[in-house]
């Protein structure tokens, strides 16, 4: 009688032998010429990537490439002093809630929690 492990493996091995063998010939083939950039596959990927590269000129200070988390808090900061900037209508230093209604109803006027179906509320999207 064969017990679950020896199951496994003989149901296993040949999976482990072909990707050995694939491993194997991929180590001996040539390697293929690295290809031109080629156009974004989203159409948003294109302006992601310049926001990217605008914010590391802006706030990498150390000039390493990347945002560290001092350099990540300073353009939360500057963008929410330029969020709370345009929300205050008076220029009072203050946010009534009239101030903050407006500016959120600009913003599309609702929590925006997910990543997807943003501006929408809970239950404000439709289902396929």
Do not use: C
């Amino acid at each position: 009688m064969l017990t679950k492990l020896k199951l496994a493996l003989l149901i296993a091995a040949p999976l482990v032998a072909g990707a050995s063998t694939y491993a194997a010939a991929q180590a001996t083939a040539p390697a293929a010429p690295t290809a031109a950039p080629t156009a974004p596959a989203h159409p948003l990927d294109a302006s992601r990537a310049e926001r990217h590269k605008a914010a590391l000129a802006t706030y990498d200070t150390n000039k390493d490439g990347k945002l560290d988390d001092a350099e990540r808090s300073a353009m939360r900061d500057a963008k929410l002093a330029a969020r709370f900037t345009a929300m205050d209508a008076d220029h009072d230093g203050k946010l009534s809630l009239a101030e903050f209604k407006a500016g959120e109803h600009e913003r599309g006027g609702s929590h925006r929690h997910a990543r997807h179906h943003r501006g929408q509320a809970h239950g404000a999207r439709t289902k396929p």
